[in-house]
Every structure is written in C-alpha cells, then in structure tokens.
C-alpha cells in the first residue's frame, strides 16, 4: 500500500535563501564532494561548522539539494545534534557534560550554578554574547566527570564551588581564580 506512495518534494529544487553569494559559493566547495548515498549529511554539516563556527540557515537549501531531501529534513538534522548551531557562537562558550557519569557525580548542581553566574540557561547565549553554555554529549573522559570543556580543555574532577569560581574568572579577573586543571591531565 505504502510502497507506491511518493513524495515529489524531496525531489524538487528548493531555492537558496537571499544572502551572500560568497557563503553559498563556500559551501558548495564543502560539500561537493559528499554524495546522498553514502549519508555524508552529517560530515557537511561538520565541514560548514568548522569553516563558519555554525550552520548558516543559507546553508540548509543547498544541503537539501546536494542530499536529495528537504529543508525539513536538514533542520532536523541540525537540531537532533547538540554539537550542531544555528547561531554564531558567544565570545566564550562554556560546554557541561550531561552524560550519565557526569549526572551521578552532581553534575546538575554545576549546570544550574554555570546558569546563574554567566546569566543564560543551557544552549542559550547571553543578551550581549559574551557567554554561552552548551550542552555536550559523553564523550568518553568519564575518569574527569562532572566536567566542562572550555576552549577544547577539559576542567573536572569539579565541585560546585570551582565552577563558579571558574565562571566568575570568565567574567572578569577581580571575581576569582579559575579552577585548577587537575594534575596529570593534559589540556587539549
């Protein structure tokens, strides 16, 4: 019954949205080569964000096009991947862990204190853009849990209490020292 059904959307070219011809220029250079076949919808994504800090909404028709699927589609995509914005990024981004081994160790503690002291909830940026917190995925450095990543370091074991000092020292020197890298762990 289904099987004969078809969606001509998917199909149809979807005109790029007003922007630079420049930007959109770039971002067929990025994903070219990527084919629908082999699911590289992901691997553009990651080309277009390392080259411009986010995914430019200009972007999204021209992945639809190159990926044979539909805006919907590829802002679905976006949105499902934390790691993946939509916004250029504040001035300092400030990424919490929400994996299980962070969450037992009180990681929830941290979270809600990173919120008051920078002034944005979680995936949100302050009004002027100066901080942002991210929430992260596991990424396997559980031995650091509960941990932030701050500029690719990794900050944990941490307290409460040295999160706000670390975030108090984003916001200026005269709040307080950051919080120590603990012995041993390289930053990266």
């Known amino acids: 019954m289904f099987s004969q059904a078809s969606h001509n959307s998917r199909l149809a070219a979807v005109a790029p949205l007003a922007g630079s011809a420049g930007l959109s ?41 190159q990926f044979n699927t539909t805006p919907a589609i590829v802002f679905g995509t976006i949105d499902f991947y934390s790691e993946v914005r939509t916004a250029p990024p504040a001035e300092e981004v400030v990424e919490w862990c929400s994996g299980p081994a962070c969450l037992l160790k009180g990681s929830l503690r941290i979270r ?19 901080w942002e917190l991210r929430l992260v995925q596991c990424d396997g450095t559980c031995h650091l849990a509960p941990l932030l990543r701050h500029r690719g370091r990794y900050l944990g074991p941490l307290s409460t209490s040295e999160a706000i000092r670390f975030a108090r020292a984003l916001k200026g ?16």
Do not use: F, K, S, W
Request: glycine share 10%; proline share 13%.
């Open 25 to 65: 220029a770039r971002v067929q250079e990025l994903i070219n080569d990527l084919r629908p076949d082999h699911a590289d919808l992901l691997t553009a994504l990651h080309r277009i964000q390392h080259e411009y800090g986010y995914v430019p909404p200009e972007a999204v028709p021209l992945l639809a096009g």
């Open 112 to 130: 809600r204190a990173l919120e008051a002291e920078l002034g944005c909830g979680m995936n949100e940026a302050t009004g002027d853009g100066r």
């Open 173 to 188: 020197p005269a709040q307080a020292a950051p919080a120590p890298e603990p012995p041993g762990e390289p930053g990266t």
